[in-house]
């Protein structure tokens, strides 16, 4: 693997090795095993052009864990606040030998445009572009899924029949596109439940049902519901114009989560609005993966940045 820039075009035998090689790092993301040695020499650079917590110091601690150097690039407070391009801000990074760039953008397109530029030499890791993808998200909801579902026996297993709901604010998140195209691959089904303002105009080939009421979706006793967060940041009032109407229509509030089925897992990225997109009765329960998620990121972070990093990175 060259990048890693979305879900889209990933295979399932590639999605199923990166996953399995997360399992292989998880004793060392959660500390059981002191860090290995594979990155030893190698300098990973985050570059983010956007606020994160979990997705940036996951990859810290995933590139510490692995003993790579860390170089943490925020464009706040950098040259890209003065006017600097991504041409130069890459340029800069090559000369100071980045092996591997791990880049959250506010464009569409931007980590794939780095990767085709030859501007620096470097794999390149997309944390999430504009509304484009997340995919290292939805590797680490799947890791989480499968575990929650196989527990020891995860290893080589895709996720197929497995039913997930994605509810909510479809139309800005990365998180479900890069879900959609991962889990589908890996053989779940996906529905996502919206109001109709918050989902794409154009969702043609995209391999999901799509409904509104998100009552019937609860009573289809879905494995898995994944709550998106509302990105108020990303909208204005026509798409958007009431949060007790939200709440009341489309949130996970607690009479809803009491009636999931009993096996039903509760998933959000985070960060997560409590009281609008989800209840925190919900966030706080036994059938919630939301620390469990952030957990995972680590294992399949160090995943990714090894395949990318270590050894011959293949061209694909
Ligand atoms: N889920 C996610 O991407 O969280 P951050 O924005 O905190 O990185």
């Given amino acids: 693997m060259k990048h890693l820039l979305s879900t889209k075009g990933l295979a399932r035998p590639d999605a199923i090795r990166l996953l399995d090689i997360a399992e292989d790092m998880a004793d060392v993301a959660n500390r059981e095993v002191k860090k290995l040695p594979t990155l030893r020499g190698k300098t990973v650079v985050n570059l983010f052009f956007e606020d994160s917590t979990r997705t940036r110091i996951s990859f810290e601690a ?16 950098s040259s890209v606040s003065k006017g600097e391009s991504l041409k130069d801000t890459a340029q800069t990074l090559a ?3 980045a ?17 085709a530029s030859g501007w620096i030499d470097a794999g390149i890791i997309n944390a999430g572009d504009g509304t484009h ?34 509810v909510g604010d479809v139309l800005h998140s990365r998180v479900a596109r890069s879900n959609l195209w991962l889990l589908t691959t890996l053989g779940a089904g996906v529905t996502f439940v919206a109001p109709p303002t918050l989902l794409p105009m154009d969702m043609s080939g995209w391999p999901a049902a799509v409904g509104f009421d998100l009552d019937a979706a609860i009573a ?12 108020a940041e990303r ?20 009479e809803r989560f009491a009636r999931l089925g009993p096996t039903s897992i509760v998933m ?27 957990a995972n990121g680590v294992s399949v972070r160090m995943a990714a940045l090894y395949l990318l990093m270590s050894g011959d990175r293949e061209d694909s």
């Fill in 62 to 77: 995933a590139a510490k864990r692995l003993s790579a150097d860390v170089i943490n690039f925020s464009a706040k407070g």
């Fill in 95 to 97: 000369a100071m030998g």
């Fill in 99 to 115: 092996d591997g760039v791990v880049i959250r953008h506010p464009a569409s397109g931007a980590p794939e445009v780095l990767a």
């Fill in 133 to 166: 993808e997340h995919p290292t998200q939805a590797l680490l909801d799947a890791f989480t899924i499968r575990r929650r579902l196989h527990g020891p026996a995860s290893r080589g297993k895709g996720l197929d029949g497995v039913t997930v709901t994605i």
């Fill in 220 to 231: 289809a006793k879905p494995d898995v519901i994944m709550m998106l967060r509302i990105q």
């Fill in 235 to 254: 909208m204005n009032a026509a798409f958007f114009p009431n949060s007790r109407e939200y709440s009341r229509r489309w949130g996970l509030d607690d």
């Fill in 268 to 294: 959000h990225p985070g960060p997560m609005n409590r009281g609008l997109e989800i209840s925190s009765a919900a966030a706080d329960s036994a059938a919630s993966t939301v620390l469990e998620q952030v």
